[in-house]
């Protein structure tokens, strides 16, 4: 990068600093590309100062200057007010970076804002959108569904019980009774479908090992032998403001999933499920920026997700096993998101890996 005069730069900064808050990478430069402005996630993704940026060519941090010349030509000409395309970033003692270059003109005709999007951070927070959206989606269904089901149900039980009550055939009372306990079970699956809108949100402090250590003493009360629960904790994690209860209910569906996927191992005894828990720094996940991030992954080393519900698999009612209500992802994904958090998923056969991602003060 050569550097050059920065026409204009004077109170930029000041105007312009909101952009150290956004996760994208964001420059604003004149019409001839000299950087006036650039914010935190570009200085980091150059391996540069902000300093030593300031004044240089922008196009000069591409492999290929000449495409942002003639985005540059066509804002000089008006003829846009918007232009994307996909480009190659340079940096320092890296390979350079794939992203997705926007150039959009704002209201000062001299300035010009170039925001750039790494493609696979693009094609990350896409998965997350869709992720928050279907969460978003599957809540209403959900609500409505049960609602809708609960009234008839309570009819159906209600009229079972009558009629019981007029028969004199024992083979009859013994279809009543077979009616009367559908009716109860449905009643309870509704129950639990409605039971995250229902329950309050109790907040308090909470240290997400203690979370951790308690789901671990319940798995390995249900699976005593052939499984080994692996602790990798940072003990540095500041305890945060949530609902405790809650977390280790979301925990313990995941942990339970995976130790029920791993009945293989379990009985060659070599299933392993581990907990490990991390300090993300300007972390990004349902469009937002985050200083710091909670990221507790729970691994395990059983078979993996099977392809054919691995986008699906925190839709209500899907499940990869046989006699599996569905529902234990799809709670533990709305707790999580109950406190400003994300569940990812990644899997593959033999490394399954749930990442839970919540805000930290």
């Given at each position: 990068m050569s550097a050059a005069a920065a026409p204009g730069a004077s109170g930029v900064a000041g105007r312009f600093q909101s952009l150290d808050l956004l996760a994208t990478l964001v420059a604003v430069v004149d019409l001839q590309g000299h950087v006036l402005y650039a914010n935190a996630a570009l200085e980091d993704a150059l391996g540069m100062s902000r300093r030593s940026i300031t004044g240089a060519r922008m196009q000069d941090c591409f492999t290929d200057p000449l495409l942002l010349d003639n985005?540059?030509?066509?804002?000089?000409?008006?003829?846009?007010?918007?232009?994307?395309?996909d480009a190659f970033l340079r940096r320092a003692a890296h390979?350079?970076?794939?992203?997705?270059?926007?150039?959009?003109?704002?209201?000062?005709?001299?300035?010009?804002?170039?925001?750039?999007?790494?493609?696979?951070?693009?094609?990350?927070?896409?998965?997350?959108?869709?992720?928050?959206?279907?969460?978003?989606?599957?809540?209403?269904?959900?609500?409505?569904?049960?609602?809708?089901?609960?009234?008839?149900?309570?009819?159906?039980?209600?009229?079972?019980?009558?009629?019981?009550?007029?028969?004199?055939?024992?083979?009859?009372?013994?279809?009543?009774?077979?009616?009367?306990?559908?009716?109860?079970?449905?009643?309870?699956?509704?129950?639990?479908?409605?039971?995250?809108?229902?329950?309050?949100?109790?907040?308090?402090?909470?240290?997400?090992?203690?979370?951790?250590?308690?789901?671990?003493?319940?798995?390995?009360?249900?699976?005593?032998r052939g499984l080994k629960v692996v602790r990798d904790y940072d003990i540095s994690i500041p305890e945060f403001r949530g609902d405790r209860e809650q977390l280790i209910q979301a925990v313990l569906n995941i942990a339970h999933n995976a130790a029920q996927a791993l009945s293989e191992r379990i009985a060659a005894g070599d299933a392993r499920i581990t907990f490990r828990t991390r300090v993300g720094r300007q972390v990004t996940f349902g469009k937002q920026r985050y200083r710091l991030a909670l990221e507790l992954h729970v691994m395990d080393n059983g078979p993996g997700v099977p392809d054919s519900i691995k986008d699906r698999i925190f839709f209500p009612l899907v499940s990869g096993r046989d006699g599996g209500s569905?529902?234990?992802?799809?709670?533990?994904?709305?707790?999580?998101?109950?406190?400003?958090?994300?569940?990812?998923?990644?899997s593959t056969p033999g490394h399954t890996d749930f990442k839970i991602l919540i805000p930290l003060p």
């Open positions: 985005a540059l030509s066509g804002a000089r000409g008006n003829e846009f007010a918007a232009l994307r395309y390979d350079p970076l794939p992203v997705h270059v926007v150039v959009a003109q704002t209201e000062n005709s001299t300035e010009v804002v170039v925001e750039l999007l790494p493609l696979e951070q693009q094609t990350r927070q896409e998965r997350e959108e869709r992720l928050i959206d279907q969460a978003q989606a599957n809540k209403e269904l959900i609500r409505n569904l049960a609602h809708e089901i609960k009234n008839p149900l309570g009819g159906i039980r209600g009229a079972a019980q009558l009629l019981q009550m007029e028969l004199d055939s024992k083979e009859l009372i013994e279809y009543t009774q077979v009616i009367i306990h559908e009716a109860d079970r449905l009643q309870s699956l509704v129950d639990r479908l409605l039971a995250p809108h229902r329950r309050p949100h109790v907040v308090g402090d909470v240290n997400i090992h203690e979370v951790c250590e308690r789901v671990r003493s319940l798995i390995l009360a249900e699976f005593p569905g529902l234990g992802l799809t709670l533990a994904q709305t707790f999580v998101q109950q406190h400003h958090g994300l569940i990812e998923c990644e």
